[in-house]
């Protein structure tokens, strides 16, 4: 079990830094860095509100995925508000991974991996004299999905991956700590899908992550 546990982490982090997925998975950053570095000189502002928050949990899939349809899940999600919008605006990346072993079968080790980055708006509720502020979004979906398997007593690796565009719903809430801490929980469901290996299959999924971040 913890043989596997390393191998999920490594496969994550593997395909982040990686060169496979490096530059993708850069772009997405450098997208969330940049919508952060332009907000955080106004969020200061009593005008201004923003939240940064860490995602850790699972991602529980479609049963096209059988043996990979719960997978660790990691990300980061940042949402803003001017005083006068009636919604924040809100962008995460969130990644899964599963490895599974089958020393029995000519396929020794599979990979399951997913990647969605989420481009939407966000409704945070305020509860006045509360530290607590639920909230729901939605929007965009860009998702990547990839299988790989290595077959028995070799190195040989067969991959394939996909990327395709779909929608995401979801809702949670933030518990202010502090005046900038702050820790939740994030449940959010996205809809898409791939082709893998000649396979149609629902890449989306239903996230339950715990969060913790900070606030402006």
């Known amino acids: 079990m913890k043989n596997l546990t390393y191998k999920i982490f490594g496969k994550i982090f ?3 830094f990686g060169k496979t997925f490096g530059k ?9 860095v940049t919508c952060i570095m332009l907000v955080i000189p ?3 502002a009593k005008n201004f509100s923003a939240n940064l928050v860490g995602v850790i949990g699972n991602k529980f ?3 096209d995925w059988q043996e990979f349809d719960s997978q660790f899940a990691l990300g980061a999600s940042f949402d803003f508000k ?3 919008w009636p919604f924040s605006l809100a962008i995460a990346t969130i990644v899964s991974a599963d490895v599974e072993s089958n020393n029995s079968s000519f396929v020794e080790e599979e990979a399951g991996f997913t990647s969605e980055t989420h481009l939407g708006i966000r409704k945070i509720l305020t509860i006045s004299g509360s530290p607590i502020e639920p909230y729901i979004g939605g929007g965009l979906a860009l998702v990547m999905a990839e299988l790989d398997r290595r077959i028995n007593s070799s190195f040989f690796v067969s991959t394939d991956d996909d990327f ?5 719903v979801g809702g949670g809430l933030y518990w202010h700590v502090t005046k900038r801490l702050s820790v939740g929980f994030d449940i959010r469901y996205s809809d898409a899908e791939v082709t893998l290996f000649g396979t149609d299959m629902e890449t989306g999924g239903l996230y339950t992550n715990t969060t913790v971040g900070v606030h402006w």
């Open 164 to 168: 395709t565009v779909g929608f995401w």
């Open 82 to 84: 001017y005083r006068d």
């Open 42 to 44: 106004t969020a200061q």
């Open 61 to 63: 899939l479609d049963n």
């Open 24 to 32: 993708t998975f850069g772009k997405k950053i450098l997208l969330v």
């Open 14 to 16: 593997g395909k982040i």
